[in-house]
């Protein structure tokens, strides 16, 4: 990955010099501009990533600059640089689009950090409109069809959730789409590039439910003649789907909370704690608050 190129717009030539040596020590590319004008030509050739702009500079001053900046490359990062910076300037430059406001002279470490944290800010608005456009495109592509207001308010909830690490629970009438639901929160997710692992809980006897959610050892009971990954494991760095959650035992519901508590289980007969990182997808055609009230699904799980 080549390195994030860092615009330097300062008209003190000494400005200029030091920062550009203490972020190209850490690996950056950097770009000198003068004055602002100069930092709109290095704008509009592209390829920058941040911007550190003094606020006072002859001609186009910093908020001019951040302005034009925002309208050139609408996901550059922008740091604001002042000599004699106030709460008034600091709050007009993030009003504005800044991510950040630093008052000169400050130590290389702080530069460093402020820095770093543009840069990881505009990665992760980067990933999301990625993330934003696969679930556009799965909409167009016709995975998901539906042009009624329910529908568009719950893919504009499965947008704004995707993103996210969340626990999603997803209620609705058998064949309604809640496993393509589940797809699509998938596939617009940083995990996308993972497992998707569906389970039906209602498709099989709790006997055998458990030792395929969780796996089990050689010998844990009749017939395990080998050890056998769960669909936890299966599904490490992805999305585990439980269709028909409501259909859990109360044992299971137990092993499940911890999953989702602690990140870990171990697998029948065995004694090895095993650490997972799964998104769980959680759907059912019941009404699951009406199960809490009968004790017959755990309420902390709800």
Known sequence: MAEPTILVADDEAGVRESVGRALQREGFRVV?????????????????DLLLADLRMPGLDGLELLRAAKLITPEVEVIVLSGH??????????????????????????????VRRALAHRALV???????????????????IGESPAIQQVLGLVRRVAPTSATVLIQGESGTGK??????LHEGSPRRGRPFIPVNCAALPETLLESELFGYERGAFTGAQARKEGRFELADGGTLLLD???????????????????????????????????RLVAATNADLATLVRKKRFREDLF
Do not use: C, Y
């Open 179 to 184: 496993e393509l639901l589940a797809r699509a």
């Open 126 to 144: 980067l990933e999301n409109r990625g993330l934003q456009r696969r679930l556009d495109e799965l909409v167009g592509a016709g995975e998901i």
């Open 85 to 114: 910076g106030t709460v008034e300037e600091a709050v007009a430059a993030m009003k504005e689009g800044a991510h950040d406001f630093l008052t000169k002279p400050f130590e290389r470490a702080q530069l460093v950090r402020a």
């Open 244 to 278: 028909e959650v409501g259909d859990l035992s109360a044992a299971t519901q137990a092993k499940l909370l911890r999953v989702l508590q602690e990140g870990e289980f171990e697998r029948l007969g065995g004694t090895r704690t095993l650490k997972v990182d799964v």
């Open 32 to 48: 000198p501009a003068e004055d602002g004008q100069a930092a709109l030509d290095a704008l509009r050739r592209g390829g920058v």
